[in-house]
């Protein structure tokens, strides 16, 4: 079975008012801590351990300063294989700088995800981002000029007062850059974020029927771009561009996080490491971890989420491979029966023993996920 490698690195210089993400902001003496921990979370991976795919995440990896990314990623590539296929780095635009591309260049980082989020001055601020149109542009010009030719822009839509023509204009400034792969996201309400108490005090107000309008532009225009949809969220101009570590991750593949709040699944359990830097890394001193949502994943548990993460991927799902790899479950009649009351409400295209979401699946993909969440 594939593993994918996930490092979590918790600084932010600031919250942005969409992010619900666990963060920290970079001083010095955490920056210490988590580097020290991440030597010895590493090691727990044993000697040459098998990866297909990382990715660095956050936070904001590139907050880090070229020396400390450097040492990161020494630390984990002496412990994992070195033939792996992909390894992505998420970067925030006022973070990118040449010294960190070379470093990332030189110890075989292929892939680069810029969170720009949207071109317009205007809805950035509105976000509480901290990086400027400008400051995009600069990137990007380095990035272009790294060698590392595997490229996405994260980009949000329906956001507050945000225009179609706006959209539009957003979408294809990312195409004339040149990136190979684009992920659009439709702005969400998290608890515990700037947007939520927003809501809450009803300054901004939920809107269905505009969501969809976005989504519905959104895939029109990225299919109008050259680009092809092949999950919700994700667009690539080819299929060797796709996200191999998210692919392996949605296909319910082995992953193993390390960094603080980093989540796992492996040998039958998913879990999360602790938040605080303070009580990760003493359990990694101890040698006793400190995980929590710990669950022991049974064949139920791993046939559900491939069916709620197969289904918002374009291929769809295979149902007779599925009951084939999850002989033990028991509920099939009742899957077998909401997919086909799905087929006949118009949600799924079914092709021998193929389902696969049809746009208005794809447009109420998260309810037909409860449903089959519901059935477990």
């Not at 260049?105 to 989020?117: D, E, I, P, W, Y």
């Not at 918002?312 to 009742?334: C, E, H, W």
């Not at 979401?357 to 089959?372: V, Y």
Request: glycine share 6%; net charge negative.
């Amino acid at each position: 079975m594939k593993t994918g490698l996930y490092c979590h690195i918790p600084f932010c210089a600031s919250t942005c008012d969409f992010c619900a993400f666990y963060q920290e902001k970079p001083i010095r003496s955490d920056l210490n801590a988590y580097l020290s921990g991440m030597d010895l979370e590493f090691k727990t991976l044993g000697s040459n351990q098998s990866i297909d795919t990382i990715f660095w995440g956050g936070g904001t990896p590139s907050l880090l300063p070229a020396k400390d990314l450097e040492r990161l990623g020494k630390s984990m590539l002496q412990s994992i294989n070195h033939d792996f296929k992909e390894w992505t780095v998420e970067m925030a635009p006022s973070t990118v700088k040449k010294d960190k591309l070379a470093v990332f260049k030189a110890m075989g980082v292929t892939r680069l995800s810029l969170g720009v989020q949207s071109f317009d001055q205007d809805l950035l601020t509105h976000l509480g981002r901290l990086h400027n149109t400008n400051q995009i542009y600069k990137a990007w010009e380095l990035i272009d000029q790294s060698g590392i030719e595997n490229t996405n822009i994260d980009l949000m839509f329906a956001l507050p007062n945000q225009t179609l023509d706006q959209l539009a204009s957003d979408l294809k400034e990312a195409h004339r850059l040149g990136a190979s792969h684009i992920s659009t996201y439709c702005l969400t309400f998290e608890e515990d974020t700037a947007l939520y108490v927003k809501l809450s005090q009803g300054k901004l107000k939920l809107d269905v029927e505009r969501e969809r309008m976005f989504y519905e532009f959104t895939w029109d225009t990225m299919k109008s771009l050259g680009f092809e949809q092949y999950e919700i969220s994700n667009f690539s101009n080819s299929k060797e561009t796709q996200c191999l570590h998210n692919l392996n991750t949605w296909k319910m593949n082995n992953w193993i996080g390390c960094g603080p709040s980093a989540a796992s699944q492996v040998d039958k359990m998913r879990y999360r490491n602790t938040s605080a830097i303070s009580s990760w890394l003493n359990g990694l001193q101890s040698n006793i971890p400190v995980r929590e949502e710990e669950i022991k994943l049974t064949e139920s548990i791993l046939l559900i989420d491939s069916l709620v993460f197969g289904l918002r991927m374009n291929q769809g799902i295979n149902l007779s491979a599925l009951k084939a790899k999850y002989p033990s479950v028991t509920f099939f009649d009742s899957i077998d029966d909401l997919m086909s009351r799905l087929v006949d409400e118009g949600y799924l295209n079914c092709s021998g023993d193929r389902f696969v979401l049809t746009r208005e699946g794809q447009l109420k993909c998260d309810a037909i996920g409860s449903e089959l969440m519901q059935l477990g």
